[in-house]
């Protein structure tokens, strides 16, 4: 139980940095935190719920289940352990499953348009039930996994924001897990033993591009931990003159500062090179004249 109250404590300061960065939560709010009934998504109630009890200003909760018609969904499983928890809940059911395996092509990728549908019927119950912000349970590996997919596949750089409004204006969806490691999650949430409800519609679909960028961070962490911490940082540290975009480098004028053409892939090689540069004149101060 030590280890608990250690991971507890770890993503508590995650979570409530994420809070304080991005003002993702105001005095009076009523949040509805979609509870899918996986790792990331229960253990967020539990750590909202916590802030809650402590936070300086007031806001309401209100945990939301929707169950998408899935062959053996233990809706009553969840239930239960959300009426321990002691958080106002809803418990929602929208046969999604039959309209996924209707639109999506056998062997496609069904996560897009699950999502598409679940996210759609979330909204419209935040609406109607007065909520004014809907939290999700995405995590630091999300958002890392996310960058790269986008960056991969769509040749776009970016992520899942911490903060976003939707297109209609109606709904806010904050990410308060953004800081927070998917290993903490994933420690805390056995520790915990919460009740985890796998995905098998789409959990069974072993090429999902995301699993494969998963397991090349995975390779990647393996040889230096920080990667992933890494990535993270250079989402909020964008320079943005050392991109590509002409839309953007038209508002913001011509690039400036180092150069970054040379991997320095640690502090050893970051020396040599600043080293190598100062035999040849190419200094920082030169880069940017």
Known sequence: ???AVKLERRLLRATAEAIRDFDLISDGDRILVAVSGGKDSITLLHLLEQMRRRAPVTFELVAVNLDQGQP????????AHLRSTGVPYRMLKKDTYSVVKRLVPEGKTTCPVCSRLRRGILYNAAVEMGC???????????LVETLLLS???????KSMPPKLRSDDGRNVVIRPLCYAAEEDIAAFAEAMRFPIVPCDLCGSQPNLRRKRVKR?????SAENRAVKGN?????GKVVPTHLLDRNLLARLGTAHGADPWIEEEDEATAEACAEAGALVGLTRKAEGS
Request: negative net charge.
């Open 151 to 157: 960056a991969l596949y769509s040749g776009a750089l």
């Open 231 to 235: 990535l993270l940082h250079a989402l």
């Open 72 to 79: 053996g969904f233990p809706a009553d499983v969840l239930e």
């Open 216 to 220: 090349l961070l995975a390779e990647l």
């Open 1 to 3: 139980m030590q280890d």
């Open 132 to 142: 004014t912000k809907i939290a999700l349970g995405h995590h630091r590996d999300d």
